[in-house]
């Protein structure tokens, strides 16, 4: 049972990667990415996302403002600059439960945000940009990264 376990673990970690070829956008969020992982296999600049799986991510970001309400906002950029929907259904309306330690979060401050999207089935295999941003409770940008992905079977 402990060699099962352990072996659980070790699929995991190895399944989780440190995203280098995100880009942070530059349109006025208040924080700071410190670092990107995702459960998916990123090595070749875009991560794959897997039909039928789900994709877990964790940001840790050092927030630029106070923060008491958050919302997640998930756009796909499709061509470069067509964002599709707008925005991404499915995300949770409560993202301070996504935060590690909750809300309220003080400007200055290091935490880590975790998420899981689960890849539909229908959704179609294609390359596209993920804008991922967590807004506080005036709507503000507190993070927003732009992530390759590619949807895969």
Known sequence: MKALLLLS???TLAATTTVTTFKECTDGPSGVVKS???????????CHM???HNVTLSVTFQSG???TEAKTVVYG????ALKVPDPFPGMPPNACQN?????P???GT???YNATVFVQPFYPKLRLAAQWELHDQANHKVFCFVVPVEVVD
């Open 77 to 80: 950029i499709i061509f470069g």
């Open 36 to 46: 990107l992982d995702v459960t998916a296999d990123c090595s070749s600049g875009a």
């Open 110 to 112: 290091t935490r880590t």
């Open 105 to 107: 979060v003080t400007a």
């Open 65 to 67: 403002s106070d923060i």
């Open 50 to 52: 897997q039909h039928n």
């Open 9 to 11: 673990l070790l699929v």
């Open 99 to 103: 935060i590690v330690g909750g809300c």
